[in-house]
């Protein structure tokens, strides 16, 4: 069967999707508790000005190196020697470790899902305990949250064993809605908006130890702190292979980040004007507080539903994300021949399987909390799997515009190395900033370095299986009914 292509918009919605999700709902609480209101404007500027350097280098590659599909980190093999072992390591490393992030996330959003869920269905809060096995005693609450997680997880699955493109369309319609419902919030917040409740503008934070903090240190806090709503600029360019036209990467990737930054900086400022700064600080459901004030205590219920529409599309999104990556690695060489297999609908069912089957062992988190702690340590230091990618995306746009290659024209090649620069420049900050913590850092690299174990068996198939004129190996077609 012919795969159907996705289109400029369907890309777009994939982007939108997979940036926006649950991290909206708390991100205003979490920018007044770093930062004041004019170091939350200019960290919000910071790092929408650095994202869409990293957005430019992005679209770039895909136009001049549109056989390097399945995302930035796919590009770790470009900088060293074709076919050398650091090629064939470096590509394969970043792989696997944006792959673990990739399904280990895809339960976080999941997982969150059910606490919206709970607004409508309070018993999935329940304490009581449902049945004992040995010691152990399993609460109703955990227990109706591990069903459901389960249950999305799988009709997610079959959902995209179905067609990406159909996956895709049914991303596109949450998406819409999901965009709909934050303008609609958006519109409303400007009714309520009181100017007093920004004021002071600079107002003082304090460090744990009381202690006043400069305006720059604030600064790095809020784009810190906005940095976690930028992760998923890179969803257009993973499903490169599968778009109608490459052109649409760029512009989808562009558009997308243009839209999910309107929605944040709306939301995050116009809330900080709708709450009393000191109220907003020690809110637990910031957004929800604030539609109350506006229209009362429907509010929490129409932003739990439209928390539910968010979080189910970017579920779609982010489960699509962790199948495509590493399919298109090992059409690349770098991941085991096994990830090519495809359904006749074009789906990398092996590797939507793999995923999926790795993600549900996650989901056994939500039984106990000791289990839960354990998992959310997992997402914690997945953070470098994460940022990795765009460090090597900048260097690789460096990396061409040295070599002069795909480039006839130097002003063109002169502004792409200033973008490159820039990205480089803040991709370093953004790894520095997101795993100062050295403990974070080493179970991060701890967690990249665990992809050696399955090395050798890559290796030995690099050596012995041919590749195709344009350096890939041959996809294996699975048949499925």
Partial sequence: MEQKRLGFWLLTALVVGNMVGSGIFMLPRTLSEAANPAAVLLGWSLTGFGVLTTALVFGNLSIRKPELNGGPQIYAKELFKEGSTLSTLSGFMSSWGYWIGNFAGNVAIITTFTSYLATFFPILNSKAPLFTIGTVAFKTGNVLTFIICTAMLWFTHFLILRGIEGAGKINFLATSAKVIGFFLFIVLSLFAFQKSNLLPFTAPRLDDSGHPLGILTQ??????????????????????????????????????????????????????????????????????????????????????????????????????????????????????????????????????????????????????????????????????????????????????????????????????GLIALLSTIYSIWVIYAGTSDLKTFLFGAALLASGLIFYPSLRKQTQATPFTKNGRLLANQEETP
């Fill in 219 to 416: 600064i790095n806090h809020a784009a810190v702190s906005t940095l976690w709503a930028f992760v998923g600029i890179e969803s257009a360019i993973v499903f490169a292979s599968r778009a109608k036209k490459q052109s649409d990467i760029k512009r989808a990737t562009i558009i997308g980040l243009m839209i999910a930054l309107a929605i944040y900086i709306g939301i995050s400022l116009l809330v900080m004007g709708v709450l009393p700064q000191e109220t907003l600080i020690h809110s637990e459901k910031p957004l929800v507080d604030a539609i109350e004030t506006i229209i009362g205590p429907i509010g929490a219920y129409l932003i739990a539903g439209l928390g539910l529409i968010s979080l189910a599309g970017s579920t779609i999104g982010w489960v699509l994300m962790s199948a495509e990556v590493p399919y298109q690695a090992a059409k690349q060489g770098l991941f085991l021949a096994s990830f090519l297999k495809e359904n006749k609908r074009g789906v990398p069912s092996f590797s939507l399987w793999l995923s999926n089957v790795l993600g549900q062992l996650f989901i056994f988190s939500t039984i106990s909390n000791s289990m839960a702690h354990a998992f959310d340590f997992v997402i914690y230091i997945a953070t470098l799997a994460y940022l990795m990618p765009y460090l090597i995306a900048s260097l690789f746009q460096l990396k061409l515009v040295c070599t002069g290659e795909t480039y006839q024209l130097n002003k063109s090649r002169y502004t792409d």
